[in-house]
C-alpha cells in the first residue's frame, strides 16, 4: 500500500506524528526537570538531617566565644571527605561566619549570608528546595542545609552546610540521563504507535473516500442521460456518515440524471412549440400580406364588394395575430416565477354571469346558448379576479369554437371538497380519449384541433397555471352523450 504524501490520509498522519514528537519532547523535558527537582529536594532533605545530627553530636559548636578555628576546620574537613564539593560554616545570628571549611574558595569572600533563606528553610523543612547565599562567591546561589546552634539555652548561630553542584553533578546527571533516556524511549514508543494507529483509523477513513471519488470520477466521465448502477456508490449500506455521503452522492446523480432527462425533454417539446408557434404565425401572416398587396396592387380594378372582402380577410388574420401574441405574453407572464397573485374576496357566481353576458353577442351570431347556473348561497373566495376571470374566459371561448349551431354551453358553479368547483361544458363532440390527458400542455395541438387555429395550444395551459397559482385543479372529461366538461377547483382558503 503506497502512502500518498498528497493525500489526505498521509497529511493527518504527518500531523499526528508532528504532535506525537512534540508531546514526546515535552514529555522528556518534564521527566527532567521533575527529577532534578526532586534530586535537589531528597539533597537537601538529607543535608538537614546531617546538619541536624552533627549539631547534636557536637553541641559545643555553639560556643562561639570559645571556637577554635583550627580544630574546627579539621572536623569539618573530616565529616565532608565523601562530599568534596560541599562546606559547612558556623554562622551566628548576624549572618557572620565564624569558622568553616571549604575546597573552593573566591578572592572575593564576603563572610556574610542572609538568614532570610535560612529562616524560610526552617519554617518548611519539607516539600520546597531553597537556596542560600554562598560566602565564598558572593551573588551565587547554592542548595544548603541548616541546624540551629545553641550557647546554653539560647541559641547562638547556625550550622550552615552548602552543597555546591560542579562536582556532584556528575551523579546526578547520570541519573538524569538515564532517566531521560526513559523517558525519550517511552516517548518515541507512544509516538509510533500513535502513527501506526492513526495510519489504520486513517486507512478505515479515506479508503471508502478513494472509492467515493473513484466514483465521482467515472460519473463525470460517463454519460449522465444514462441511469447509474448501484455498483457506482460503494458503501452505501453503512450505517455510518460514509454510508450516509453515499447515499447522498447516490441520489444526487440520480436527480442529476432525472433533470438532465427532463431538460432534454423539454428541449425536443420547446421545438416542438417552436415549430407549431412559427407555423401559426406563418399562416396568417402569409394571408395578410397576400390580401394586403392584392389591394394595393390592383387598386381601382378592384370592385368595392372585392376591396371589402380582402380588408374583412386581412382584418381577420390581424385579430388572430393579436390572439395569438396575446396567448402568448400572458402564458409568458403567468409561467414566470415572479408572477404576483392580487387576490381579494370575490363572489363566483357574479364571475360567471359577467363571462356570460360577455360572450352572450358572439354565441348569438353562432345560434348557441349559454346557460350559468350558481348557487346563491356560494361563499366569499380569495382569488385574482382577473385571472380567474381569463381563465373562463379561455374556457368559454373554446367550448364556443366547437359547440354546434344550435347546441348549449353551460356554467356552472357549485361547493365541494373544501372550494368551489367552477365547471364549463359543451354540447360538441367531445375530446379524442388519445388526447385526454395532454390537452392542458403547452402547445399541444389535439387530433381534432380542439383549440383550434389563433390560440396555439396555450388557452388551456393558461387555464391551468391560474389554477395553479391559487393552489386549485383543472380537469376535463367527456359528458354523457356528447361534448367535453371542463372543471376548475379552487380552495376557499387563501393559499
Known amino acids: 500500500m503506497r502512502l500518498r504524501f498528497d493525500s489526505l490520509r498521509a497529511r493527518i498522519t504527518g500531523l499526528v506524528v508532528v504532535f ?86 573566591s578572592i572575593g569572600s564576603s563572610g556574610t549570608v542572609s538568614l532570610a533563606p535560612i529562616k524560610q528553610l526552617m519554617g518548611v523543612p519539607q516539600g520546597k528546595t531553597v537556596l542560600g547565599d554562598d560566602p565564598d562567591f558572593p551573588g551565587m546561589k547554592s542548595l544548603f542545609a541548616a541546624a540551629p546552634l545553641y550557647d546554653g539555652s539560647a541559641q547562638s548561630g547556625y550550622l550552615y552546610m552548602l552543597m555546591r553542584p560542579q562536582e556532584a553533578m556528575t551523579g546526578q546527571l547520570l541519573a538524569a540521563s538515564y532517566a531521560n533516556r526513559t523517558a525519550l524511549v517511552v516517548a518515541l514508543g507512544a509516538t509510533l504507535l500513535s502513527a501506526l494507529f492513526v495510519l489504520v483509523v486513517m486507512g478505515q477513513i479515506t479508503h471508502p473516500l478513494r472509492q467515493l471519488a473513484s466514483a465521482a470520477d467515472q460519473v463525470r466521465g460517463s454519460d449522465v442521460a444514462h441511469t447509474p448502477d448501484a455498483a457506482s456508490f460503494p458503501h452505501q449500506d453503512r450505517h455510518d456518515e460514509i454510508g450516509h455521503l453515499s447515499r447522498a452522492f447516490r441520489d444526487m446523480v440520480q436527480r442529476l440524471h432525472e433533470q438532465v432527462q427532463r431538460v432534454r425533454q423539454m428541449d425536443g417539446t420547446r421545438r416542438e412549440w417552436v415549430a407549431s408557434i412559427s407555423h401559426d404565425l406563418r399562416t396568417p401572416l402569409t394571408s395578410l400580406t397576400g390580401h394586403l398587396e392584392t389591394v394595393l396592387l390592383r387598386g381601382e380594378r378592384l370592385s368595392n364588394a372585392e376591396r371589402e372582402r380582402f380588408l374583412q380577410v386581412a382584418l381577420k388574420n390581424a385579430q388572430h395575430l393579436d390572439r395569438l401574441s396575446a396567448s402568448l405574453f400572458d402564458f409568458a407572464r403567468l409561467d414566470s416565477d415572479a408572477v404576483r397573485v392580487e387576490k381579494v374576496s370575490a363572489h363566483i357566481g357574479e364571475l360567471l354571469d359577467d363571462i356570460a353576458q360577455r360572450f352572450a353577442p358572439a354565441a348569438e351570431v353562432r345560434d348557441v346558448t349559454i346557460h350559468c347556473h350558481a348557487v346563491a348561497t356560494l361563499p366569499m373566495i380569495e382569488i385574482d379576479a382577473a ?40 354540447s360538441g363532440g367531445g375530446i379524442a380519449a388519445a388526447d385526454m390527458e395532454r390537452v392542458f400542455e403547452h402547445f399541444f395541438q389535439s387530433t381534432q384541433s380542439r383549440e383550434g387555429r389563433g390560440h396555439a395550444g396555450l388557452g388551456l395551459a393558461i387555464v391551468k397555471r391560474v389554477a395553479e397559482l391559487h393552489g386549485g385543479q383543472v380537469a376535463v372529461h367527456n359528458r354523457t352523450g356528447s361534448g367535453a366538461c371542463f372543471t376548475l377547483w379552487l380552495p376557499l382558503a387563501a393559499s
Request: charged share 15%; net charge negative.
Open 20 to 105: 506525537c514528537v512534540l508531546i514526546a519532547a515535552i514529555f522528556t523535558l518534564a521527566v527532567h526537570f521533575a527529577h532534578s527537582a526532586y534530586y535537589d529536594e531528597l539533597r537537601q532533605q538529607q543535608g538537614l538531617a546531617f546538619t541536624h545530627n552533627v549539631a547534636m553530636m557536637y553541641p559545643d559548636l555553639g560556643q562561639f566565644e570559645h571556637i577554635q578555628r583550627a580544630q574546627i576546620e579539621n572536623q569539618f574537613e573530616q565529616m565532608l571527605l565523601l562530599e568534596p564539593s560541599s562546606a559547612l560554616y558556623l554562622i551566628d545570628t548576624q549572618g557572620r561566619v565564624r569558622a568553616g571549611y571549604t575546597k573552593q574558595r
Open 387 to 426: 385571472l380567474i376571470e381569463r381563465a373562463l374566459a379561455n374556457l368559454v371561448e373554446n367550448a364556443l369554437r366547437y359547440t354546434p349551431q344550435g347546441g348549449v354551453i353551460e356554467l356552472a358553479a357549485v361547493q365541494s371538497d373544501g372550494g368551489i368547483t367552477l365547471m364549463v361544458s359543451d
